[in-house]
């Protein structure tokens, strides 16, 4: 008496992966003098970006090295782009003419 198995043959699949999560990246592009230039101003742009860390609105923040040209600020998730800009807007960077650029971005995150 042969047997039956009724999955023989039937294809099982892996679970689909979950979603991305879809953080938003505010990207400075720093004057070429950044470095002579931001100290007046230094203090109040990292306290503006604690600030937003402690809101839970951005998760982290840092300039980019080697060389110093800009920086990137991770927002959280949740954080409306009104609220990204009105940061951009804020900063002493951007209001006194440190920030050559800004701009927003999506980021998809896959793997954490």
């Known amino acids: 008496m042969a047997s039956s198995n009724a999955a023989a043959g039937a ?3 892996a679970p689909a992966p979950p979603a991305p999560k ?13 470095l002579e230039r ?7 742009h990292i306290q503006g970006a604690k600030d937003a860390v402690a809101r839970g ?7 980019l090295a080697d060389p110093v040209d800009g920086a990137v600020f991770v927002f959280d998730p949740a954080t409306p782009t009104e609220t990204i800009e009105e940061f951009a807007k804020g900063d002493p960077y951007v209001q006194n ?3 050559t650029e800004w701009k927003v971005r999506p980021w998809m995150v896959v793997a954490e």
């Open 11 to 13: 294809t099982v699949s």
């Open 22 to 34: 879809r953080f938003s990246l505010l990207f400075y592009s720093y004057v070429p003098d950044i």
């Open 38 to 44: 931001r100290d007046p101003f230094r203090a109040a």
């Open 57 to 63: 609105e951005m998760r982290m923040a840092g300039a």
């Open 97 to 99: 003419g440190l920030v």
